[in-house]
Nanobody
Framework: QVQLVESGGGLVQPGGSLRLSCAAS????????MGWYRQAPGKEREWVAA???????NYADSVKGRFTISRDNAKNTVYLQMNSLKPEDTAVYLC???????????????????WGRGTQVTVSS
């Protein structure tokens, strides 16, 4: 089964740090871009950061300079290092893998976008 599994969320005080991980598992051949979105209660889903398989990264203005995205292509894993966290960073963080080429069932190969189930990040004193 091809899936994304996030980990690393939790409760942290303002100014603290957390590191999120997202691992893609299954018979995967390539992933064009991996990234993170977040969704706070009552708000729209917001794009946070993304990184291509070549290592080019981009960030939302709200997290630029505080968050760092990285990727291990050999492990099909993406990380999000979050520093100087603020209460407004509180949200469910969801991992996204764009254009994931994989064997989705026996003998069936195609490309699609994948989403994880999310991990809760709470920034509060």
């Amino acid at each position: 089964q091809v899936q994304l599994v996030e980990s690393g969320g939790g409760l942290v005080q303002p100014g603290g740090s957390l590191r999120l991980s997202c691992a893609a598992s299954g018979r995967i051949f390539s992933i064009a871009s991996m990234g993170w979105y977040r969704q706070a209660p009552g708000k729209e889903r917001e794009w946070v950061a993304a990184i291509t398989d070549g290592g080019t990264s981009n960030y939302a203005d709200s997290v630029k300079g505080r968050f760092t995205i990285s990727r291990d292509n050999a492990k099909n894993t993406v990380y999000l290092q979050m520093n100087s966290l603020k209460p407004e960073d509180t949200a469910v963080y969801l991992c996204n893998a764009e254009r994931t080429a994989a064997e989705y069932s026996s003998g069936t190969y195609y490309t699609k976008d994948l989403w994880g189930r999310g991990t809760q990040v709470t920034v509060s004193s």
